[in-house]
């Protein structure tokens, strides 16, 4: 654990899926701003930016936010824009999946994006929660299977009623 109280190894992982409503843009690219760690997108046209790419950043400070900018790739310049704070996210499992609104100037809209970010603040505990709900799973099936065999032995039982009725006559 740092002096933030961020457990060491812990990550924030963004995926850009897609934006939409752009208007009349060139090719655009996702530029990624986090904890001075920055990352980008591969170019796509703006009628068809659909990106699908994962990126991660350390993380050690909580009070840190992501800042994406939307950018049009000729000239570079900032199209759009938005920030998600880490205390946005919510524990447990510290995701969201969302279209966020890109604003221009004077904080107009200017397009959608739709991410996924997750915050892993902790391998153990990221693992631990996956194991839990698998675990939880297993219990509704093996709930729901027992629900099904004690419908098979009834059912069963009033087949044999009906054959040995039969046999007799």
């Given at each position: 654990m740092n002096d933030q109280g961020i457990m060491t190894g812990s990550i924030l992982v963004v995926q850009i899926m897609e934006a939409q409503n752009?208007?009349?843009?060139?090719s655009v690219f996702v530029e990624l701003i986090f904890d001075d760690q920055k990352q980008v997108t591969q170019p796509?046209?703006?009628?068809?930016?659909?990106?699908?790419?994962?990126?991660s950043f350390d993380v050690t400070n909580k009070e840190q936010g992501v800042v994406i900018n939307?950018?049009?790739?000729?000239g570079r310049r900032v199209i759009?824009?938005?920030?998600?704070?880490?205390?946005?996210?919510n524990p447990p499992e510290y995701i969201v999946d969302?279209?966020?609104?890109?604003?221009?100037?004077?904080d107009k809209v200017?397009?959608?994006?739709?991410?996924?970010?997750q915050w892993i603040v902790s391998r153990v505990e990221f693992f631990n929660n996956i194991i839990g709900r698998i675990e939880k799973q297993t219990a509704e099936l093996e709930d729901e299977l027992n629900f099904y065999e004690t419908k098979l032995?009834?059912?069963?039982?009033?087949?044999?009623?009906?054959?040995?009725?039969i046999w007799i006559i």
């Amino acid at each position: 654990m740092n002096d933030q109280g961020i457990m060491t190894g812990s990550i924030l992982v963004v995926q850009i899926m897609e934006a939409q409503n752009l208007g009349r843009v060139g090719s655009v690219f996702v530029e990624l701003i986090f904890d001075d760690q920055k990352q980008v997108t591969q170019p796509k046209p703006q009628n068809g930016a659909v990106w699908n790419e994962k990126f991660s950043f350390d993380v050690t400070n909580k009070e840190q936010g992501v800042v994406i900018n939307l950018c049009e790739e000729s000239g570079r310049r900032v199209i759009g824009s938005c920030e998600y704070e880490l205390k946005d996210l919510n524990p447990p499992e510290y995701i969201v999946d969302a279209w966020i609104n890109l604003k221009g100037a004077q904080d107009k809209v200017v397009g959608l994006l739709k991410l996924s970010l997750q915050w892993i603040v902790s391998r153990v505990e990221f693992f631990n929660n996956i194991i839990g709900r698998i675990e939880k799973q297993t219990a509704e099936l093996e709930d729901e299977l027992n629900f099904y065999e004690t419908k098979l032995k009834i059912l069963q039982g009033n087949i044999n009623k009906v054959c040995r009725t039969i046999w007799i006559i």
